[in-house]
């Protein structure tokens, strides 16, 4: 009988033993991390600020280890061990569920576990560098307010002429109605296109080509009685120009997530063509016509502005601007008609004395006017084109 019993305690305590060591015995453990993908490129940056520097960049699809979330800004391991932030809106986060088995007791010595077959290693991936854009083609419409005032100088001789004859013509009583007085030539309108290849993340030089063009045709015509008989006084001129030029700009770029900021300055060959007419017709005053054509001349200029470029996706946008611009074309050439006759030579700007007090005229010659009592101010004329350029564009990054 007593063998019987120690033998049943004997089978029963092995039964126990081998049910405790059994791997049916293990408990299940769950954990939980999450993880940021990539949706595009994106820059991991030393801080959480566009400002901080940039340890290096990630492909869109590649997962990252989520640290801590700071709101606009996750902190992340990357695969390689890397620490840093990375803009928020740049990832998409999910949840990962990692399901293993613990086991309270093992009877097993560490010296007699069976090894595991090992995992293939895993071969790391160098970091990607922080890619910079290489290069920015942008072209845009431009809107340019100048003053080539110098050629203004008929417009001003006509319009007091025309004051002068409405008020001989008041004097008798007769009301007539100016209509708008001639202008200047101010408003352009044209584009540019230019090309920037940076040298820097924060520095780029621009190679572009300007074109610019204005007209203006104004017309006023004066109708009055003098000495009970009605007269007539016209006048009109047509100012035209034609500009382009090659630039070259250094620009200064000042980079964030979604809009970038720059300051340029540059300078260009600005190469213009310049026409301008004049008409004068009346019944009491000599008529004459007066012109001045193949007008053309280069020089050198110098331009300096502001730009905001806004991202709209990942290698396009669009941009706005402003720029001033210093440009003179001096010691013009061309061919002026007077009536029938002509001549070509430089043009000279000058002040002749009439008897409504002195007018402003241009004039084409080989040689400058001699100064006399009736003739001052003699200078060679010039067409200013220096003025603001307001601009609205697209580029693209690559």
Same mark, same amino acid.
Request: charged share 15%.
């Given at each position: 009988m007593f063998a019987k019993r120690q /033998?049943?305690?004997?089978?029963?305590?092995? =039964? @126990?033993?081998?049910?405790?060591?059994?791997?049916?015995?293990?408990?299940?453990?769950?954990? @939980?991390?999450? =993880?940021?993908? /990539?949706?595009?490129?994106? $820059?991991?940056?030393a801080n959480p600020t566009t400002q901080s520097r940039i340890i290096t960049m990630v492909r869109a699809g590649e997962k990252m280890e989520v640290l801590d979330d700071l709101g606009m800004w996750l902190k992340v391991k990357l695969h390689d061990g890397t620490v840093g932030y990375v803009w928020g809106k740049l990832v998409r986060v999910e949840v990962e569920k990692i399901i293993g088995r613990t086991s309270p007791v093992t009877s097993q010595k560490p010296g007699i576990v069976p090894p595991l077959k090992p995992a293939p290693a895993r071969v790391p991936s160098p970091p @990607?560098?922080? &890619?910079?854009?290489? *290069?920015?083609? +942008?072209? $845009?419409?431009? #809107?340019?307010? @100048? !003053?080539? %005032? %110098? *050629?203004?100088?008929?417009?001003?001789?006509?319009?007091?002429? =025309?004051?002068h004859t409405e008020g001989a013509w008041r004097s008798y009583?007769? %009301?007539?109605?100016? %209509?708008?007085?001639?202008?200047?030539l101010k408003h352009l309108l044209g584009g540019d296109a230019e090309i920037k290849v940076f040298l820097h993340r924060n520095i780029a030089v621009g190679l572009g080509f300007s074109l610019l063009k204005g007209s203006k045709v104004q017309e006023r015509r004066l109708d009055g009685e003098l000495g009970g008989v009605t007269h007539y006084l016209d006048v009109s001129q047509t100012l035209k120009s034609s500009i382009t030029a090659p630039f070259l700009a250094l620009h200064f770029v000042m980079p964030s997530e979604t809009a970038d900021f720059e300051v340029f300055a540059g300078t260009g060959y600005y190469m213009g063509r310049f026409s301008a007419d004049y008409d004068f017709n009346s019944d009491i005053y000599a008529p004459y016509t007066l012109s001045f054509t193949d007008m053309k001349k280069s020089t050198l200029g110098f331009l300096a502005g502001i730009r905001a470029d806004i991202k709209l996706q990942k290698n396009m946008g669009i941009f706005v601007g402003g720029k001033y611009t210093f440009v003179k074309f001096k010691d013009l050439e061309g061919k002026m008609t007077?009536?029938?006759?002509?001549?070509?030579? &430089?043009? #000279?700007? #000058?002040? #002749?004395?009439? +008897? =409504?007090?002195?007018?402003?005229?241009?004039?084409? +010659?080989?040689?400058?006017?001699?100064?006399?009592?009736g003739i001052r101010e003699?200078?060679?004329?010039?067409? !200013?084109?220096?003025g603001f350029n307001v601009s609205v564009g697209l580029f693209f990054r690559f």
């Open positions: /033998a049943f305690r004997f089978f029963t305590s092995l =039964l @126990v033993l081998l049910f405790l060591t059994s791997p049916g015995w293990a408990q299940e453990s769950v954990r @939980v991390r999450k =993880l940021a993908i /990539a949706v595009m490129d994106a $820059n991991i940056r @990607v560098k922080a &890619k910079e854009a290489r *290069f920015d083609f +942008s072209f $845009n419409f431009t #809107y340019a307010l @100048v !003053n080539p %005032d %110098d *050629f203004w100088t008929w417009g001003k001789s006509f319009n007091s002429q =025309l004051e009583g007769v %009301d007539t109605q100016l %209509d708008p007085a001639l202008g200047n007077y009536n029938s006759s002509s001549i070509t030579g &430089k043009i #000279y700007y #000058y002040e #002749y004395l009439t +008897s =409504l007090g002195w007018m402003p005229a241009l004039l084409a +010659s080989s040689t400058a006017p001699a100064p006399s009592p003699i200078r060679p004329a010039e067409f !200013n084109f220096s």
